[in-house]
């Protein structure tokens, strides 16, 4: 039996999981989940697959869970924990072999760190760990070696998409294989939809909705990745994810709009050939193929069907227009804490955004102007990563009261 703890249970990515698992039960048991304050969807969670450990990071809710769990023979025995910290001690329990890493945001960084320093095979969908304090990350992930697995889709479609030898190498040692050139990888294809606003004009995207923002023509996903997928910050820290993965630069990635969403992503070759991974949008394949790896199973995802997809469709992104890519591209080419200045600025605005508090369009300029006004510094430890997190978080809030 393969023990999972899956961070982050309750969100969109948690609950594909457990679909999987309840598909491969013979295989992989749910060890413990975690939650930030849904009691509800983590204790109906419990009670259908009864983990060894349930974690609220609220305190409140962790005893509303364990009362409700005390209640039902079955579920009794479910220890509950509470507080951030016991998501890091899950993440590194001697007892769990898989670490699921699906808590969204920053507050997913604390935790994925502990399960790489634990030397786990991690199934990363939190990008904002690489995004915010890559160079540590992947120190940690090589120095433990802990197997790291892309859980988003165009990252687990590049990985599926490299030279073999190069990937089963870097899922344990990362990036120590040298440039992607040396494998014959001319450019990682990163697919975008484009999101629900790439065909709106400028003047019309000041008036969008929290709502309109989240509905998504193609993936179905929690509210914060889904106005990112809106701005396109979504691809943007997704480059910055694609560089940290596989040992790439800024030039090495080429976004490529792809509204059908079939293609998940591509890597071509100096021989002319281009390698591309496809399938219907659902996180279910690559979960399972993160699970699975090196070997594959069933996921629950229906076949694709090429002749319904009939066409596929490619234009270049609009960096005008997509404010947002343009500045995840500046944080990578600056390089150290600007990367975490960026996404911690983009948590702050897409926040208010959600809260109504500001425009669509405003996202991009608190972004900027948060950027602008910090000092970038090396990320030589954690401190230097959180503190830069901070500031950025303090200056995007000031900016907003403006
Ligand atoms: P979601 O909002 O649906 O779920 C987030 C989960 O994190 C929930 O279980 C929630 O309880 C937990 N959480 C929230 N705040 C927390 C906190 N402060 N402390 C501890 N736990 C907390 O998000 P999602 O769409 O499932 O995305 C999760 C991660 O996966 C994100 O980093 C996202 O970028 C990435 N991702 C998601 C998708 C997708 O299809 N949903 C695709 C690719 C990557
Ligand atoms: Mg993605």
């Not at 039996?1 to 013979?26: F, K, P, Y």
């Not at 969204?104 to 095979?121: D, I, T, W, Y």
């Not at 997704?238 to 509204?259: C, K, R, Y």
Request: glycine content about 4%; aromatic content about 6%; overall charge negative.
């Amino acid at each position: 039996m393969i023990n999972i703890a899956i961070l982050g249970a309750t969100g969109s990515i948690g609950t594909s999981t457990l679909d999987v698992i309840s598909r491969q039960s013979d295989r992989f048991r749910a060890w413990a989940l975690t939650a930030n304050n849904n009691v509800e969807r983590l204790y109906q969670q419990c009670l259908d697959f009864v983990p060894a450990y349930a974690v609220m990071v609220d305190e409140n809710s962790a005893e509303q869970l364990a009362q409700k769990l005390k209640n039902h023979p079955e579920t009794q025995e479910i220890r509950v924990l509470s507080g951030a910290a016991a998501l890091d001690k899950i993440a590194s329990d001697p007892d769990v072999d898989y670490v699921m890493a699906a808590i969204v945001g920053a507050a997913g960084l604390s935790s994925s760190m502990a399960a790489a320093h634990a030397g786990k095979r991690i199934l990363l969908a939190n990008k904002e760990s690489l995004v915010m304090s890559g160079a540590l990350f992947m120190q940690a992930v090589k120095d433990n070696n802990a197997v790291l697995l892309p859980i988003d889709s165009e990252h687990n479609a590049i990985f599926q998409s490299m030279p073999g030898q190069l990937m089963t190498a870097n899922s344990a040692s990362s990036r120590q294989m040298g440039s992607l050139h040396d494998f014959g990888v001319e450019k990682i294809l990163l697919t975008a939809s484009g999101g629900p606003f790439l065909n709106k004009s400028l003047s019309e995207l000041s008036n969008v909705t929290p709502d309109q923002a989240c509905a998504h023509p193609n993936w179905e996903m929690g509210r914060k990745i889904s106005v990112d997928s809106a701005t396109m910050m979504n691809k943007g820290l997704e480059v910055i994810e694609a560089s940290w993965l596989f040992n790439a630069t800024a030039d090495d990635i080429q976004v490529v709009i792809h509204p059908q969403s079939v293609i998940h992503s591509m890597v071509s070759y100096n021989d002319g050939s281009v390698l591309a991974q496809l399938g219907n949008p659902d996180m279910r394949t690559p979960i399972a193929h993160a699970m699975a790896w090196p070997e594959r199973m069933a996921s629950g995802v229906e076949q694709l069907d090429i002749f319904q997809v009939a066409q596929l469709n490619f234009q270049a992104p609009d960096f005008e227009r997509f404010v947002c890519l343009r500045l995840a591209y500046d944080a990578l080419r600056l390089g150290g804490t600007a990367p975490a200045i960026l996404n911690a600025a983009n948590e702050v605005a897409v926040d208010a955004f959600l809260n109504e508090k500001i425009a669509f369009t405003q996202i991009a300029r608190v972004v900027e102007q948060t950027m602008e006004r910090l000092t970038v510094h090396n990320v030589n430890s954690m401190d230097v990563v959180l503190s830069a997190d901070q500031q950025a978080r303090n200056t995007a809030n000031e900016l907003l009261q403006n």
